[in-house]
């Protein structure tokens, strides 16, 4: 029994539009491994600061299940996992980043993959060196989430969760610095260019990669992010979880594709899923009944059975994006081979 099934229409996707555009070998910049979930009932009055449909999808993702995704989804390529575990907010998350980190750390080991030790802003400096060197990490992963309880969810700031402290840290070690950018103006917030544009001045060693480029889903999310960014050249962007052409390809002409990397933010990516932008606010079309009541979220709205039949994973939205996005730009193989391999290779030292 696979882990989900592959219907005959993902495999026509698969074979007919991906097979011969992926190279080889593979290097997946994003992806979220975790043996327990963490969920846990709300703390009454506790402000949620995180979308809810990413949990419908998985509620754990060990190794076991990162591996057989990538066997079932895409059967002709060898690809190696940039792993980190997953968090949870309130009281409860440093015990849950402890046991995930520990968790990563082991299976890394054991299957010679690379890992970014997922911090908490209340750790020190120090506390991080310890911990990175202990666990074979090669650099931080952190989330708005772990912000101070007090900060209202619009008003969190980078520094919030990575503190600069830490970011001394990252530097001092030539760490990866996995950004998922907080804020409801994403990569176009002007505080967020602003504490970018900061640490790629202050703390230049660090490798800071913008996940899902700076979550811009939508055209609208961009503003003036991309030409603030671009010439930040220690600074790169992965498009996990990200399927809009247009920003994918404007990302790659602003930067140049040797600083954009592929990234799938599995286990997220196993949903079926089409996404739409509607007055630049993202839109999940899935299955009717699929991932249970959609009004728990406005990002999910389910389609008819009919248009269901034509909707596939969400990891093949995204390449088949990436796709199209290379095929506007007129990229060289080698160009799609490095934002697909070379890029995170030589980033994580594995080139």
């Known amino acids: ?13 698969y074979r007919d ?17 975790y043996a327990t979930s963490g969920e846990r009932e709300p703390v009454p009055g506790e402000v949620k600061r995180t979308v809810s449909w990413p949990s419908k999808v998985a509620s754990v993702n060990p190794i076991e299940d990162l591996l057989e ?9 060898e690809v190696v996992p940039l792993i980190f575990a997953n968090t949870i907010s309130g009281p409860d998350a440093p015990e849950h ?11 890394a080991a054991e299957h010679n993959f690379p890992a970014l030790y997922y911090s908490h802003p209340a750790e020190s400096g120090a506390e991080l060196e310890r911990a ?9 992963k952190s989330y708005l989430c772990l912000s101070p309880a007090y900060l209202p969810e619009a008003e969190i700031r980078i520094f919030d969760f990575f503190t600069p402290e830490q970011l001394e840290a990252a530097n001092k070690n030539k760490w990866v610095v996995m950004l998922h950018i907080p804020r409801h103006g994403r990569l176009a917030d002007p505080i967020n260019l602003a504490q970018v544009e900061k640490i790629a001045a202050r703390w230049p060693d660090l490798k800071l990669i913008l996940a899902h480029i700076g ?49 799938s933010d599995l286990p997220v990516l196993r949903m079926r899923t089409r996404r739409i932008c509607e007055n630049n606010f993202y839109i999940n079309l899935v299955p009717p009944g699929l991932y249970g009541d959609e009004s728990i979220d406005p990002h999910l709205r389910e389609v ?3 248009e269901a039949e034509t909707i596939t994973f969400f990891l093949y939205e995204q390449l088949l994006a990436f796709k199209k996005a290379a095929g506007e730009l007129r990229l060289t193989r080698s ?17």
């Not at 980043?97 to 299976?107: F, P, Q, S, T």
């Not at 160009?335 to 080139?351: R, S």
Request: proline share 4%; with cysteine.
């Open 304 to 306: 008819s059975e009919k």
């Open 97 to 107: 980043l402890r046991n995930g980190n520990n968790y990563c750390a082991e299976v």
């Open 215 to 263: 979550r811009a889903y939508c055209s609208g999310d961009v503003g003036e992010g991309l030409k603030r960014i671009a010439p930040l050249e220690r600074v790169s962007f992965d498009f996990s979880a990200n399927c809009n052409v247009g920003v994918i390809r404007d990302t790659i002409d602003a930067v140049g594709p040797h600083r954009v990397l592929w990234g």
């Open 1 to 13: 029994m696979s882990l989900f099934p592959v219907t005959a229409y993902d495999k026509s996707v």
């Open 69 to 77: 995704t990538y066997s079932l989804l895409l059967p002709e390529q």
């Open 132 to 140: 990175v060197t202990a666990g074979g990490f090669c650099g931080l």
């Open 17 to 33: 539009e991906l097979a011969d555009f992926l190279p080889a070998k593979m290097i997946d910049i994003h992806a979220h491994c």
């Open 335 to 351: 160009e799609i081979e490095a934002v697909l391999y070379g890029n995170a290779a030589k980033i994580l030292g594995l080139a």
